[in-house]
Each structure stands twice: as structure tokens, then as C-alpha cells.
């Protein structure tokens, strides 16, 4: 005892410092057992409560654009009986040939609802072309399986065989240039991946060769031609160009469902 005070029995506390914290926790009289039952629950506790994980890619909003299962800006062209489940949109363009034989949704041709798709679908675009790249990649996506995350090609990209997509979530495949496709070959999902939540941006045009069954918004900044037979679980969407089809099939994919509510009782 030291002027009065008990020294041996209650050591005052040292200040401490919690990992990822900033300020210092100085703890007073609390003793060497309180002291640390309170690091353990301000330092442990909260670290507890971080995010253990961030998914690494997010869905670039299509706005408006989402309506549209295809939509271009110079042309849009059909030959044989194409089946578009979804609207159909031009802008600035005004020549939509080919419907009949194909059929579509709703056209819009060069109105005010085209023109807010089409400023829509360059923010979806910009927002996909500027995410963090977490995987590059080159040549060929066949015999492939992704999980959710944002890929990148530096130039062309290649799809021979099937690519396989497993997982819930968001895929972004950022491309430099082209995306070809072989004949047969598809993107298949499995295990919660849908195809609304895959985003391929392409730096120049798309081409889905024959009887390729694709999956994902194609965003393509100048042109998207879909071979004979091909099909598509999506959105081709031009930027700049045309949209061509060959008897095909495109559907509008679904929204994704809604987060599950979470309750807890105490």
C-alpha cells in the first residue's frame, strides 16, 4: 500500500490497443481480470462482426435496359422464325426488318423509351468496364468452371466447349475486343447461378456461332450477331451497332429473388 492506495492486489491497467482500432482504451481500476474481459469484448467483439467476405463483383444496374431483350443502335436485322421473349428496342437507328417472320415483344423504334434504354444500357457498361479485375484470363473459356467474380481478358475471348458457371452471385467478364463463340459450344449454370446476374462487356462485337445456347447480358459496344440456332438466356445489348439474328431464341431472364428476410429472437 502506497499512500493509501492497494498496489499489489489492483495493479492499475495498462492503456491497450485493439488490432484495427485507432484509439487507446485506457482502462483504469478495473483490475488485470476486467481489464482483459473487456479487450476480449471490444477487441474480439467487434472484430466479430466485420464481413468476412466481399463479394468481388457487383451487378452493373441496366436500368431501363433491362426490359429490353434486345436492343441496338444502327440496325436490327432477322432472317428465319426468331422468338424474342422480351421488348425489342432501336435507337437512333429506325430499321427493324425480319418481324415476321421473327416475333418479339414490344418494338420501340427511335422513341423517348429507346433513347432511356440506350443512356442506361452505356452506364451499365461503364459501371461493368470499370470494376476490379480479380481474375485475368486469355484464350479460351471452354472446359472452364468460374466461380462468381470479375474476369478479365486483355484482348479476344473464345468460347470452343461449354464454360461451366457455379455458384450464386455476380459475374462481370470484362473483354477487351471480340467474343466468339465455336459452334455447340454453351455456358452452363448450375448451383444458384442465374443468368440476369452474368454481365460480359464486350470492347468490340459479339458473335454466337450456330446452335451455341449462351447465357448472360451481353453488352457490346458496337455490334451482336447470333448465328443460326444459336440461343440465348439473356440480353444481346449494342452500344453502337447493329444486332443480327438467325433464327434464334432469346428470353428475358427473370429478376433475381428478393433477400430472404432474416428474424431472431432473443
Known sequence: MINGQLTDWFPAAPTVRCVDFSDNLTLGMWGLIRQR?????????????????????????????????????????NTGPTSIAGQLGLYPGTAVTGFPPGVSGVQHTADAIALQAKNDLAAAYLNAAGQTCTAPLTGDLGGRTLTAGVYCFSSSAQLTARLTLDGPNVYVFQIGSTLVTAPGASVFLTNGALPGQVFWQVGSSATIDTSTHFAGNIMALASITMNTGASLDGRALARTGAVTLQSNVIDLPTPPPPPVPVSYTH
Open 37 to 77: 474481459m473487456l479487450v476480449a469484448a471490444l477487441c474480439g467483439g467487434l472484430v466479430a462482426i466485420l464481413p468476412m467476405t466481399v463479394l468481388a463483383a457487383a451487378a452493373p444496374a441496366l436500368g431501363s435496359a433491362a426490359n429490353f431483350a434486345v436492343l441496338a443502335a444502327s440496325t436490327v436485322t
